[in-house]
């Protein structure tokens, strides 16, 4: 198995669920748009429903601690609800659509990549 440092294999999981939100043909909006402190992974919006999609991106090599999408406790999804509200503020083109927080979970303990995606998560 290829070693990564956290970052590197945060960015890898973060691409490898970027591509599979786009195979389910959501639109790619915005990767790691900060709002003070508060930062969202990806963002992606579903036209045809008119919902705003805030995913978080979850990966590990190691399930020593539980899975991955266990790791976004309170304080997390609060960040990420508070980026969420400071990029509709931004982006007011989306103040009539739905929103939807997901998460996403790459787990890379075998040859190939898991990937777990929660509609709804929080």
Not at 96 to 110: A, E, K, T
């Amino acid at each position: 198995m290829k070693l990564f440092t956290k970052k590197d294999l945060g960015d890898y999981g973060e691409k490898l669920a970027k591509n599979y939100l786009c195979d389910k043909n959501l639109k790619f909006i915005e990767k790691n748009f900060r709002f003070y402190k508060n930062e969202i992974d990806l963002i992606f919006c579903d036209k045809k429903n008119e919902i705003i999609i805030f995913v978080e991106v979850k990966t590990r090599t190691s399930k020593a601690f539980g899975e991955p999408e266990e790791a976004i406790n309170s304080h997390k999804r609060l960040y990420v609800r508070r980026g969420a509200r400071g990029f509709l503020m931004k982006n007011p083109k989306y103040k009539d659509y739905n929103i939807r927080f997901d998460s996403v979970s790459v787990f890379m303990g075998n040859d190939k990549p898991e990937i777990n995606h929660i509609e709804n998560a929080f």
